[in-house]
C-alpha cells in the first residue's frame, strides 16, 4: 500500500481538500475552507497544517460562535451543496461554538466543527483550559457538542480518521441526517505523524441523492391530494433546498392548489404567483392562516411542522383534516399522522404533476384564493406605506429595505420582532433571496450570517436585519467583513430594548419587565430610570465599517441608496417608533402563563391563555 506520513491535522486538510459533491450532473468542490481561530488547542496541528495548504483558505474570525454561523449561512445560502469547517483552541474557544452547532443541526446545515481537545496522552493533564472531572478522564468540554450534533467522535489515535471520516462526509452530504459533525481533536494527536494510506487524499465525489418514494406510499398519497376539496401545500425549507421551486410552480399551476410558506420556505414561489399565500402559522398572515383554518388536506413539503408554523398546533381547524407530508427525513414525514412520502420534494413533484393529469381545484375556491390574497397584498401596502408621524414604523422601514433591494438580493435575519414582522411582509422575490433563522431564532446569527451567505453569492447585496438587542450580542464579525473584503448592509433598529420580548410580556401580563433600555434607577431600584443611550454608529465605525444615522423614513432611503454605492460593509442606524407594531392575523403561540400570581394582569393573561389553548389539536 502507498502511503504518505503526514500529521493526523495535515492528513485531515488533505482529506477536506478533496472532497466533491454532485447532484443533478453539477459538482462542487464541496468544502470551502476553514473558519476559525487559534489557540494552544489548534495551532500547532491545524494551524500548521493550513499554512502548509495556502490553496485552502483560512479565514480568521472574531468569535469561534460567530464562525460557525458564518459557516451554517454559507451552506443555507448553497442549498447545502458547499459548507466550511470551523476550528477552534480548547476550553472555551470549543465551547463557543456549542450555540452554532445547535442552530446548524436545527436547520439540517452541514457544518464541519474541529474543536481542539485535551491531551490523549493525559500525562500532563490538566492541561490549560481544561475541565477535569474526578468521575472520568474520558470527558472533556467537547462532549457537550454530542446532543447538537449529527455526527460526533474523537479522534485518539491519528488512524482513526481512516474510518472516520467517511462517516463525516456521508453525514454531511446526507439530504436528511446533515448538521453540525464535531471531529473532537486531542491537541497532542493533532501535531502526531502516521503513514496514511495514499487513497484518503484521492478526489471523492459524494452524490446527494435525489431520493424516490415508495410506490405504495405515493400511490396512497395521489388518491389523497385527489379527494381533498380544500387542499393546502406547506412549503418548508426542503422545497429550497431540494431546487425543487420551478416544479413547485408547475403543479400548482395546473392544479390550483395554494402554496403558504414557512420561515425557512419562504421564497417558494415568488410573492406575486397566483397561487402564493404567504406566510402561515403564528407569524402569518390572514390568506395563509384562513386557508390553513379550513383545508381538508395538507400536503407537507419539507417542513418538520415546529410550532410557528402550526400555531402551537391550532391553525389547522377541520375536524377532518388530513396530511401528505414530503421529506427526505422519515423523522418529519411521519410526523402529524401524515401519509408520509420519504423523498427528495422535486423528484415526488415531478411524479405528482405527472399522477394528477384534471386535478384542479373548485372555480369556487380560486376565487376564495384569490380574494384572500389580494386583500392580503393591499394590507402589506397599507403597512409598507404607514406614512406614521416621526420616527418610521417598522413595517416602512421593511418596506423601503424592500423597494431598495434588487430581486435577487437577500434579506437575511434571525431574532427579535423582525423575523414576525419579515415572515408575514417581505415580498420575495427569487428562491434564496430570504434567509432566516427561525429554527433556532438565534440572536448574533444575523452579522456573521450575512457573510456567510455574500460569500456563497458575491452578486447578490446581502441585507442583514438587525436588531439594537442583537446587534449588541454580536457586532465583532464586522471586523472580519472588513478584513476579507466581504461587503454586507447591515440595518439596526433602534427600538431601545428587546421590543419583542417586552410585547410578549405584556401580554403575559408582565408590563414589558426587564425588556427595555433604562438606567438602573436610584429611587426604585429598577430599571426604569432615564433611557438607555448606545451610539450603534459610532461603534460600528470603530470596527471599520461605514455607518449611517437615519432619524426619519426618508433618509433612512437615502441611507439604503448610499449603502448601495459604497463597497465596505455599512451600518445603518434607524430609529423607529416601537409603538407601531405589525399585527397578528388570528394566530397563537404556546407561552404558557403562570398559573398562580399576585398581579392581576398576569391573572387576566391566564384566563385568557386557558381559552385560547383549548384550540391546540393533536394529529395522529
Ligand atoms: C441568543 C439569544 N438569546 C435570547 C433570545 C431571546 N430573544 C428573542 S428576541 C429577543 C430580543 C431581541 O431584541 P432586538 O434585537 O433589539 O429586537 P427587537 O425585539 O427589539 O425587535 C430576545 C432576548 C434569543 N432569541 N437568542
Ligand atoms: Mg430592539
Known amino acids: 500500500m502507498k502511503t504518505r506520513r503526514v500529521t493526523m491535522a495535515q492528513a485531515l486538510i488533505g482529506f477536506l481538500k478533496n472532497q466533491y459533491v454532485e447532484r443533478d450532473g453539477e459538482q462542487h468542490q464541496f468544502f470551502a475552507g476553514v473558519l476559525g481561530i487559534f489557540g494552544h488547542g489548534n495551532v500547532a496541528g491545524i494551524g500548521q497544517a493550513l499554512q502548509q495548504n495556502p490553496d485552502f483558505p483560512y479565514i480568521m474570525v472574531r468569535n469561534e460562535q460567530a464562525g460557525v454561523h458564518i459557516a451554517s449561512a454559507f451552506a443555507k445560502a ?7 469547517a470551523c476550528t477552534s483552541s480548547i476550553g472555551p474557544g470549543a465551547t463557543n461554538m456549542v450555540t452554532g452547532a445547535g442552530l446548524a443541526t436545527v436547520n439540517r446545515l452541514p457544518v464541519l466543527l474541529l474543536p481542539g481537545d485535551i491531551f ?81 487524499f484521492r478526489k471523492r465525489v459524494w452524490l ?44 400548482v399551476a395546473t392544479t390550483g392548489i395554494p402554496v403558504a410558506e414557512t420561515q425557512a420556505g419562504k421564497g417558494s414561489l415568488p410573492w406575486n404567483h397566483p397561487q402564493e399565500v404567504g406566510a402561515i402559522g403564528s407569524t402569518g398572515n390572514l390568506a395563509a392562516n384562513h386557508l390553513a383554518a379550513a383545508a381538508d388536506l395538507v400536503i407537507g413539503i419539507g417542513t ?10 391550532t391553525v389547522f381547524q377541520n375536524p377532518d383534516v388530513r396530511f401528505v407530508n414530503i421529506n427526505t427525513a422519515e423523522f ?3 410526523k402529524v399522522g401524515a401519509v408520509p412520502v420519504v423523498a427528495d420534494a422535486r423528484t415526488v413533484l415531478e411524479q405528482l404533476i405527472a399522477a ?33 408621524p416621526g420616527r418610521p414604523a417598522q413595517s416602512e422601514v421593511i418596506g423601503a429595505i424592500w423597494e431598495a433591494a434588487g430581486p435577487r438580493d437577500m434579506l437575511l435575519s434571525a431574532a427579535g420582532s423582525h423575523p414576525g414582522d419579515l415572515h408575514k411582509l417581505w415580498r420575495t422575490r427569487t428562491p434564496n433571496s430570504y434567509h432566516m433563522d427561525y429554527g433556532f431564532s438565534c440572536m448574533g446569527y444575523e452579522i456573521p450570517g450575512a457573510i456567510g451567505a455574500k460569500m456563497a453569492d458575491p452578486t447578490r447585496e446581502v441585507y442583514a436585519f438587525v436588531g439594537d438587542g442583537t446587534y449588541l450580542m454580536m457586532p465583532t464579525e464586522i471586523v472580519t467583513s472588513v478584513q476579507e473584503g466581504i461587503k454586507v448592509i447591515i440595518v439596526v433598529v433602534d427600538n431601545h430594548g428587546y421590543a419583542s420580548i417586552g410585547a410578549l410580556s405584556r401580554s403575559l401580563g408582565e408590563a414589558g419587565f426587564g425588556t ?18 448606545v451610539d450603534y454608529a459610532a461603534n460600528a465605525r470603530s470596527l471599520g465599517a461605514n455607518a449611517l444615522k437615519a432619524a426619519t423614513l426618508d433618509e433612512f432611503k437615502k441611507a439604503l441608496e448610499e449603502a448601495k454605492a459604497l463597497d465596505r460593509t455599512t451600518v445603518i442606524v434607524v430609529d423607529t417608533d416601537p409603538s407601531v407594531s405589525v399585527p397578528g392575523y388570528e394566530s397563537w403561540w404556546d407561552v404558557v402563563v403562570a398559573e398562580v400570581s399576585e398581579s392581576e394582569s398576569v391573572q387576566k393573561a391566564r384566563s385568557n391563555y386557558e381559552v385560547a389553548q383549548k384550540r391546540e389539536r393533536y394529529f395522529v
Not at 448553497?78 to 466550511?84: D, L, Q, Y
Not at 468521575?135 to 479522534?155: A, E, G, H, M
Not at 425543487?244 to 403543479?251: E, I, N, V
Not at 418538520?304 to 398546533?313: E, G, P
Request: proline share 6%.
Open 356 to 388: 394528477l393529469p384534471g386535478k384542479r381545484v373548485s372555480a369556487e375556491y380560486a376565487a376564495q384564493i384569490n380574494d384572500l390574497k389580494v386583500k392580503w397584498e393591499a394590507e402589506v401596502d397599507r403597512l409598507f406605506h404607514l406614512n406614521n
Open 120 to 200: 490523549a496522552r493525559r500525562n500532563v493533564a490538566p492541561v490549560l483550559q481544561q475541565v477535569e472531572l474526578p468521575t472520568t478522564q474520558d470527558t472533556s468540554v467537547n462532549d457537550c457538542f454530542k446532543p447538537v450534533s449529527r455526527y460526533w467522535d474523537r479522534i485518539y489515535r491519528p488512524e482513526q480518521l481512516i474510518t472516520s471520516l467517511p462517516e463525516v462526509m456521508r453525514v454531511l452530504t446526507s439530504p436528511s441526517d446533515c448538521g453540525a459533525v464535531t471531529l473532537a481533536l486531542p491537541q497532542d494527536v493533532q501535531a502526531e505523524a502516521y503513514d496514511y494510506p495514499e487513497e484518503l
Open 78 to 84: 448553497s442549498n447545502r451543496m458547499r459548507a466550511f
Open 208 to 251: 446527494i441523492r435525489r431520493g424516490q418514494p415508495d410506490q405504495v406510499s405515493f400511490a396512497r398519497a395521489v388518491e389523497a391530494i385527489r379527494a381533498g376539496k380544500k387542499p393546502l401545500i406547506v412549503a418548508g425549507g426542503g422545497v429550497l433546498m431540494s431546487e425543487a421551486t420551478a416544479a413547485l410552480d408547475k403543479f
Open 516 to 533: 427595555s433600555y433604562h438606567l438602573r434607577s436610584k429611587a426604585s431600584g429598577q430599571l426604569d430610570g432615564e433611557c438607555l443611550k
Open 332 to 334: 418529519d414525514a411521519y
Open 304 to 313: 418538520r411542522y415546529a410550532d410557528f408554523t402550526s400555531a402551537s398546533m
